[in-house]
């Protein structure tokens, strides 16, 4: 995912307490390799090699050694840098350029910003802000709960009450992530999922019948979670639609690839009658001792083996 300086600070200016030195006009230029660079050897003058795709992060000891030098070789030394490729400087500890650097970096285009965070907490959360914003993500028609503490998926056909179903797991103490649309981005680093709702519809529910439902409003902030890793996808199927192929044994192991990960997937009938809430709160328990290796099937087939075997002949 292509991101731009304006992506990263939208996102960090918070979360690093960023405030922008120069160049409000260049935040357009994209992060080609979304990490971050300390340019010890390169304020030197030695430039091979020189990581000039990531921002480049300037700390105390980068910034002690600029001021031991003449300013006209500070600004030397930071437009060697410029012609190699630099783009974006960060000072830590609320520290910045000198005047005629910086005056060099608005007349280049160049984007400086510091930050009141040590060194060390400013590179670790820029990295944390950049790979968030280079991870892969889609958005996936379906209802995100938190239900006992399992980030689970509900999706469906239209009208099949997957809303209606998380409505009632939320009034047992679950919690909503997103309803209808889920935004779904992956950790690449660990190989797993996060979902979390859209910007606009974080907090609401949709209900046929009812219209549209503050959930914080009406259950409070403990109903509501702004994101949660994606641990089970559970589809609602018509029983009319799988009747011929539902595996009443929940022998086999089914499971959904989103984003070239494969999360464990339990497809439940949809018929009247039935109780979808009680249901998907079963199914999340039994996915949860599935991977702690428990196998109902194997436990009762067990059971049975060894009642036949104690009971007489004839």
Known sequence: MEVSLADFYRVGKERLSLTLLSSFGSLDKVIREPAVNRPGLALTGFLQPFASDRIQLVGMAEKAYMQSLPPETQVERFAAMVDAGAFCFIFANNAAPEPSSLAM?????????NSPLPTRELAAQAIFVLERLAAPRLSMYGTMIEVSGVGVMIEGDPGMGKSETALGLIKRGNALISDDLTCIRKDVGNNCLFASASDATAGYMEIRGVGIVNVCRIFGAWAIRDEKRLELVITFRRLSEIRDTVDRLGQ????????????????IPVSAGRDMVNLVEVAVQTHKLASAGYDPVKELSEHLRIRAERTPNG
């Open 252 to 267: 086999r192991r089914a499971f959904k690839e989103i984003l070239g990960v494969k999360i464990p997937n339990i497809i």
């Open 105 to 113: 970096a608005e007349e280049r285009g160049v984007v400086i910003m």
